[in-house]
């Protein structure tokens, strides 16, 4: 058969629709037809704005106006997205097209907010199209009657591919569409992706063992971006960008609606504040982050669909999300830290495929400028970052285990076959798998007394099933892999819920503080139970939080440009003069650092030693380098004091000088060092807190279900202490360790380094600090100082350094 | 800490000692609370009991007294001694040998396992001195309990540390939860305020020792870092 695309795939009733909105079909939306009608499975990529979503699902609606009347019923096409928000909305465009071509089709959307009493109907009388998220689908493969409920099934769409793979969410997806294959064996899988940079990968993802043909849909015209030149001087640190937000104000006049993304609420709140007091023309702007109160997201939201506004401020929680058509410009402000990031925020501007989006990236400081130069040269040349395949989570894969055997008695056996099927658990060994299993049935310790609370039983045949239908009400409460920060809510004093901010924030308030939150300077007035009082702080400057760093690490690649424009002439050419000047001192002073090499500076200062390194490898690798080094030096004698790091550069100061570099930096120390600390290391609580409610050894928190006074709560650190000290290579702490390795310690990138740099560390001593470590030491003491005497302190010893630095003799 | 006149000793693992008496006391430990989860379900580490027993070893090994009371809710449940384990009994056994046991009645335990070393009581009263697992509702002078589980908070350079301690204010105190997995609950918890109307210590639990801070330097407990558990019938603290 041919599969070429053609016109003949469309069928009539649609062509005419698409005739009688004057739209042709794309020629990857006539190839997509192409490819299902020869029964494929297929990826395909393509920029925002491209009709993605419909060239999804036009084979489905193909195949349902073929069989008309004759179906038999029964649910034909899943579609699966990352937001609820997102399902919902593409079931509202597609209901459109399917009124206006009177189709006799249903389609029905299934998300956490869906009444109770609409989900059993939609599970007795499954729709047609049903549109939900990888959390409801791992709930109704967890139904007795999931055979059935998916034996018809033709289509799974998973839209935002690679949003969800390479996440706890994907391996979630991925034992889904494993369990679907098992009931549907026919079932096409059509993945829709954003451009990435690794498609056979995401096909594989999406293939669980299958074959998957890809379709491009083009790269799209390539987006216009602007580095901004600000007008006032470039900062040497800080993460805030006031110095820019005039030049901002600007471009927001002068466009029709911007949406301006920051990395952190933080951030969101301090841009947002700023702004407004710029907003002398009293344009419609904004807030949107993920702690505000749910309703005042949506107002947001809706205004923004109803074109009322003329910029959002928004973090992350708007990177995905329905299509809001008229964004005319994308503001980063702040570094972007990866290039898929950015061109996913890019995308939201202009979703009209053949029109280029718009862009202006906003240094906070001069580091930022290079971070910004090197993402907006790597963009316009098409260039994007990817982590490489994950390999799943046994904590994911202990909950899916428990889900299977709530839906039906499984064999062990044939179990382990499907989940090698997908693709993060493909190279999962059986020792291993059993081990999980043997957590999902007693709690698989090696001091075997739980046997008699069994959760899953063996029957007469081998097979395992629950111990009773508690067993299905404890996964049901417990579905999913998005674990929540404990989470404070904060409310005005005799007034309404604001929203709610991380507990460890909160921790750190004293009465009296000012901060800023929903777009508001508050005042801290205490805690009343769980709740955190707050009152207006009209005509005060908020004290800024002590929250700098950005949720999301420096790329590999994006760190691997950077180091490029350092020993790039043409590139720096392009830089703004205070930029270029800045790196022709540290030239002059000391050498610019390398690719392939580590560049040490070791100098004096204050009656200490300060050895600053640049590996580029993001914070979170260069807290656990500064972590490790500090214990080496201190068994060394060298006496060292402390460290800071940022996302380029790690500095330690000692009373001793530091001289045997290449030993200091020897990859041994990823050995005992690194696992005596991580046995105390809060980050492994965090971390471990998150295994153990997904695997499901401790229960989830709902919303609503608060602390009242006379309960108490249970410490996930307890059991952790406990499980450490007497069982160490338990699944669950091995589990941790493997999130860690990647997740908040980020060992793995660590180890590269460390490997790549091994004989190629080149030591500078100098006399005193050099320009490049300017902006770290200017972190030193941040965390601790409060307030407007912190401006002052940081301002006296800014200037103080800075003279010092750039001192010529 | 002076409680009622009597000096006591209080060491980092959450025992207190009367010197004058030989007398060793702790509170709360939930004995075999890892296994009454798993009877729900719940696969708590099964190692809560034998880690609970190690450190009340520790505590009777460098204080070697000469009577020792556990202030109720020893055990997690009426259960707990059909759950427990064979070594952890003969470890009771080998700890109580040679001395006075007493076993104070609390809510989760009125009857301690049948076959146990040790007295059964409902109160130890000894000088001026009562031994009892709840505060009464006007509590005397001189009366010690456990059944709160307080533990308290302070700022240190810009932390909050939480630990679990003693609470006293020279006539009465509260013991802190011994158990491995045993909760807290703020001491700034209204749930105190009948024991200590006014201004109080706590004695934050430390490696290898105490600390004591007055109430008002005390900063409220957030929810730490923990997960909250719904309550079994027999509820956490009563």
């Keep these: ?809 | 800490m002076l409680i009622n006149g009597a000096r006591m000793l209080l060491h980092a693992t959450g025992a207190m000692f009367w010197p004058a008496q030989a007398l060793l006391v702790v509170a709360d430990l939930h004995l075999e609370k890892g296994s009454a989860y798993a009877a729900r379900g719940r696969f708590l580490p099964p190692y809560d009991t034998a880690q609970t027993l190690r450190r009340l070893t520790r505590a009777i090994d460098e204080l070697d007294p000469a009577m020792v009371v556990c202030l109720g809710d020893s055990f997690h449940d009426a259960e707990a001694g059909g759950r427990i384990g064979s070594s952890d009994i003969a470890t009771i056994a080998d700890l109580a040998r040679g001395r006075r046991w007493f076993w104070v009645a609390g809510n989760h335990d009125p009857e301690p396992p049948p076959g146990l070393a040790g007295e059964a009581v409902d109160e130890v009263r000894l000088e001026q001195i009562v031994l009892r697992h709840q505060p009464t509702e006007r509590p005397p002078a001189g009366e010690v309990v456990g059944h709160l589980h307080p533990k308290a908070a302070v700022r240190l350079h810009g932390r909050r540390l939480t630990r679990r301690c003693f609470v006293g204010d020279g006539l009465r105190a509260v013991l802190p939860a011994f158990g491995a997995y045993a909760g807290g609950l703020d001491v700034l918890d209204p749930a105190f305020a009948p024991v200590f109307p006014a201004a109080f210590d706590a004695y934050l639990l430390g490696r290898d020792g105490v600390h004591r801070y007055p109430s008002r330097r005390l900063v409220p407990v957030t929810a730490d870092d923990s997960v909250l558990h719904k309550l079994g019938n027999a509820g956490e603290t009563g």
């Design chain 1, 1 to 809: 058969m041919d599969a070429g695309p053609h016109r003949g795939d469309l069928p009539e009733v649609v062509g005419a629709w698409f005739a009688g909105r004057g739209w042709r079909p794309r020629p990857h939306q006539l190839a997509m037809l192409a490819k299902a009608r020869a029964g494929n499975s297929v990826l395909l990529t393509a920029p925002t704005g491209g009709g993605k979503t419909l060239a999804g699902f036009l084979p489905a609606l193909r195949e349902l106006i073929e069989a008309g009347t004759k179906r038999p019923g029964g649910l034909h096409t899943l579609y699966l997205s990352p937001l609820k928000a997102l399902a919902v909305d593409v079931r509202r465009n597609l209901e459109q097209p399917i009124a206006e071509m009177a189709l006799p089709i249903r389609a029905e959307s299934r998300t956490g907010d869906t009444p109770q009493s609409r989900r059993q109907r939609q599970r007795r009388h499954p729709p047609d199209l049903l549109l939900t998220t990888p959390e409801q689908l791992a709930l109704l493969l967890s139904y007795v009657d999931a055979p059935r409920y998916f034996r018809d099934l033709r289509f799974v769409v998973v839209d935002e591919l690679h949003a969800l793979a390479g996440s706890k969410r994907g391996d979630l997806l991925a034992l889904g569409l494993a369990r679907l294959s098992a009931l549907a064996p026919t079932a096409c899988r059509i993945g829709l992706s954003a451009t990435v940079a690794d498609r056979a990968e995401l096909a594989d993802f999406l293939a669980g063992g299958g074959s998957v043909d890809v379709v491009d849909g083009g790269p799209g015209p390539r987006p216009e971006i602007e580095v901004l030149t600000a007008s006032a001087r470039v900062p040497w640190a800080g993460h805030m960008t006031l110095h820019a937000l005039a030049d901002v104000y600007r471009a927001i006049r002068a466009n029709g609606t911007s949406l301006v993304f920051v990395n952190t609420r933080a951030q969101a709140e301090v841009v947002f504040q700023h702004l407004w007091r710029l907003n002398d023309d009293n344009l419609a702007i904004a807030l949107h982050h993920g702690s505000l109160s749910v309703e005042q997201r949506r107002k947001v939201e809706a205004a923004m669909v109803r074109g009322d506004l003329r910029a959002v401020v928004c973090t992350s929680t708007l990177d995905l999300g329905i299509d809001w058509g008229a964004v005319d410009l994308v503001i980063q402000v702040g570094a972007p830290k990866g290039l898929s990031r950015l061109v996913q925020r890019i995308g939201r501007a202009n979703h009209r495929l053949d029109e280029p989006s718009r862009a202006l990236l906003v240094p906070s400081n001069r580091f930022e400028v290079l971070e910004c130069r090197a993402a907006a040269d790597a963009v316009v040349e098409g260039e994007l970052d990817g982590d490489g395949p994950r390999r799943g989570g046994l904590d994911v894969l202990a909950q899916h285990i428990l889900g299977m055997a709530v839906s039906q008695a499984f064999d062990a056996d044939e179990l382990f076959a499907e989940v090698g099927r997908a693709r993060p658990y493909r190279e999962l060994d059986r020792q291993t798998f059993d081990a999980v299993l043997d957590f999902v049935a007693t709690g698989g310790y090696a001091l075997r007394r739980y046997e008699r609370y069994r959760r899953l039983r063996r029957d007469d045949a081998g097979r395992f099933r629950v111990a009773g239908p508690w067993v299905a009400r404890q996964y049901r409460l417990n579905v999913g892999t998005i674990v929540q920060e404990p989470m404070i809510r904060v409310r005005l004093l005799r007034g309404r819920v604001l929203g709610q901010i991380e507990e460890w924030f909160i921790d750190q308030l004293v009465v009296g503080d000012t901060f800023a939150f929903a777009g508001e300077i508050l005042r801290f007035e205490g805690m009343r139970e769980t709740v955190a009082t707050v009152s207006r702080a009209a005509g005060v400057e908020a004290k800024v939080p002590s929250y700098y760093g950005g949720k999301f690490p420096l790329s590999t690649y994006l760190a691997e440009r950077v180091r490029a424009v350092l020993v790039d002439e043409e590139a720096q050419a392009r830089l703004p003069g205070q930029v270029r000047d800045w790196l022709a001192m540290q030239r002059r002073r000391s050498v610019l650092p390398r690719p392939g090499e580590l560049l040490v500076e070791g100098f004096p200062r204050g009656g200490k030693h300060y050895l600053v390194c640049y590996p580029f490898e993001g914070r979170l690798a260069h807290q656990t380098l500064g972590m490790l080094l500090t214990r080496r030096m201190e068994r060394a004698g060298l006496r060292p004091f402390g460290f800071v790091a940022s996302e380029y550069a790690l500095a330690v100061w000692s009373l001793r000088e530091a001289t045997e570099l290449p030993a200091l930096f020897d990859e041994d120390m990823l050995g005992d060092d690194l696992e005596a600390w991580l046995d105390e290391s809060n980050l492994m609580k965090r971390t471990f807190r998150n295994v153990a409610i997904i695997a499901g050894l401790i229960d989830r928190r709902h919303p609503g279900q608060e602390k009242t006074g006379r309960q108490v709560t249970f410490s996930s650190d307890l059991i952790y202490d406990v499980l450490r000290r007497h069982e160490p290579e338990h699944i669950l702490l091995r589990a941790t360790r493997a999130d860690a390795a990647t997740g908040l310690l980020d060992i793995a990138r660590l180890g590269q380094m460390l490997r790549r740099v091994r004989g190629r560390i080149t030591h500078r001593r100098l006399d005193r600090v050099s320009p490049l470590a300017v902006p770290l030491m200017l972190e030193i003491g941040r965390e601790a100082v409060h307030g407007d005497s912190m401006e002052e302190l940081l301002s006296e010893s800014a200037e103080a350094l800075i003279e010092e630095a750039t001192r010529l003799l």
